[in-house]
């Protein structure tokens, strides 16, 4: 017998789940977000191995994020006694503090409003899932890893980044794009702009396919 599939997956480009919830930092709310970027990032649970390496690249780039006006929230389906415990030992341990907040979730409340709850992973854990949500509270990006592998922190940084390039110079970005690099330039709408994409003074290589330095 197949899994029941996940109720309330969200979708890119509509308003991101409201939630409201408890954390290591008291109590917060999407709306509490209005006018920044989020990265909001589950796990399947506190004191395991991977979430740990996850958690301690999150901390070392939150200020690289905070320059960005981009703030972190961590997720698990554990206690905030757990939270703080983990937080402590990974403080202890390994000498990183974790500088963003984590929000307890027994009730899974969140993490199935967000569709964290995949049963074919594992149990009821919550898997690694990754959310960037907009300044307007809109969902732009979302990411799910297996529990086996840990995320790259840096490619959700470099995501933020280039998703705020687009939104200010209406470009698109290539592949594993990085600041200062040139931007995709959208492609024609009709045929007469086609024609005429050659000598607008792109970096062009065919009609459908022109870069730009910004």
Same mark, same amino acid.
């Given at each position: 017998?197949?899994?029941?599939? #996940?109720?309330?997956?969200?979708?890119?480009?509509?308003?991101?789940? =409201?939630?409201?919830?408890? @954390? %290591?930092?008291?109590?917060?709310?999407?709306? !509490?977000?209005?006018?920044?970027?989020? +990265?909001?990032?589950?796990?399947?649970? !506190?004191? %395991?191995?991977?979430?740990?390496?996850?958690?301690?690249? =999150?901390?070392?780039?939150?200020?690289?994020?905070?320059?960005?006006?981009?703030?972190?929230?961590?997720?698990?389906?554990?206690? #905030?006694?757990?939270?703080?415990?983990?937080?402590? %030992?990974?403080?202890?341990?390994?000498? +990183?503090?974790?500088?963003?907040?984590?929000?307890?979730?027994?009730?899974?409340?969140?993490?199935?409003?967000?569709?964290?709850?995949?049963?074919?992973?594992?149990?009821?854990?919550?898997?690694?899932?990754?959310?960037?949500? !907009?300044?307007?509270? #809109?969902?732009?990006?979302?990411?799910?890893?297996?529990?086996?592998?840990?995320?790259? +922190?840096?490619?959700?940084?470099?995501?933020?980044?280039?998703?705020? %390039? @687009? !939104?200010?110079?209406?470009?698109? @970005?290539?592949?594993?794009?990085?600041?200062?690099?040139?931007?995709?330039?959208?492609?024609?709408? @009709?045929?007469?702009?086609?024609?005429?994409?050659?000598?607008?003074?792109?970096?062009?290589?065919?009609?459908?396919?022109?870069?730009?330095?910004?």
């Amino acid at each position: 017998m197949s899994e029941a599939p #996940i109720p309330g997956l969200p979708r890119l480009n509509e308003p991101a789940p =409201f939630f409201k919830a408890r @954390t %290591t930092a008291g109590e917060r709310s999407l709306t !509490d977000y209005k006018g920044k970027w989020l +990265v909001l990032f589950s796990h399947p649970a !506190d004191f %395991t191995p991977v979430c740990t390496t996850e958690f301690m690249a =999150f901390a070392r780039h939150a200020d690289a994020f905070k320059a960005l006006g981009c703030e972190l929230l961590g997720l698990s389906i554990d206690s #905030i006694f757990a939270h703080i415990a983990w937080m402590r %030992t990974i403080d202890e341990k390994f000498g +990183v503090k974790i500088p963003f907040p984590i929000i307890e979730d027994l009730s899974m409340e969140v993490a199935m409003a967000y569709g964290m709850i995949h049963p074919g992973a594992g149990d009821t854990s919550a898997v690694r899932a990754t959310f960037i949500i !907009d300044p307007n509270g #809109i969902l732009r990006a979302m990411v799910y890893y297996p529990m086996s592998n840990g995320r790259s +922190v840096e490619e959700f940084l470099r995501l933020v980044e280039a998703l705020q %390039t @687009t !939104d200010a110079n209406g470009v698109a @970005t290539p592949e594993a794009w990085k600041k200062g690099e040139p931007v995709i330039v959208p492609p024609p709408k @009709t045929a007469e702009d086609a024609d005429t994409r050659a000598g607008m003074g792109y970096d062009y290589t065919d009609w459908f396919f022109s870069k730009k330095s910004l």
